[in-house]
């Protein structure tokens, strides 16, 4: 079945970084665009950055972009999200989710697009 295994997160002052990661199994990794998602405490789930099968396109949502990079390596299963320039805002859980399909495009995806999540990973920004 498929698992997603999320783990790096951390509690790191305003500025910081940083990397998380996605263990991947039980699907074929490189045929599926992949992504990262935030919740924090009385906010709905907000998308963060997606990437294609081959990490050769990206997206970001506005609030992060020039500050975090969405990377994957297919030989490893997995995904990585590097967060920069971290603010205190950015405190939440993160989620990394596989989609749903096959097709990418550069764009904010619907939670709805992306069929499996992880479990999480909480990071805490203090001020």
């Known amino acids: 079945q498929v698992q997603l295994v999320e783990s790096g997160g951390g509690l790191v002052q305003a500025g910081g970084s940083l990397r998380l990661s996605c263990a991947a199994s039980?699907?074929?990794?490189?045929?599926?665009?992949m992504g990262w998602f935030r919740q924090a405490p009385g906010q709905e789930r907000e998308f963060v950055a997606s990437i294609n099968w081959s990490g050769g396109h990206t997206y970001y949502a506005d609030s992060v972009k020039g500050r975090f990079t969405i990377s994957r390596d297919n030989a490893k299963n997995t995904v990585y999200l590097q967060l920069n320039s971290l603010k205190p805002e950015d405190t939440a859980v993160y989620y990394c989710?596989?989609?749903?399909?096959?097709?990418?495009?550069?764009?904010?995806?619907?939670?709805?697009?992306?069929?499996?999540w992880g479990q999480g990973t909480q990071v805490t920004v203090s001020s």
């Open positions: 039980g699907f074929t990794f490189d045929n599926y665009p």
């Open positions: 989710a596989r989609k749903t399909s096959i097709g990418y495009d550069r764009s904010a995806p619907a939670l709805s697009d992306y069929a499996y």
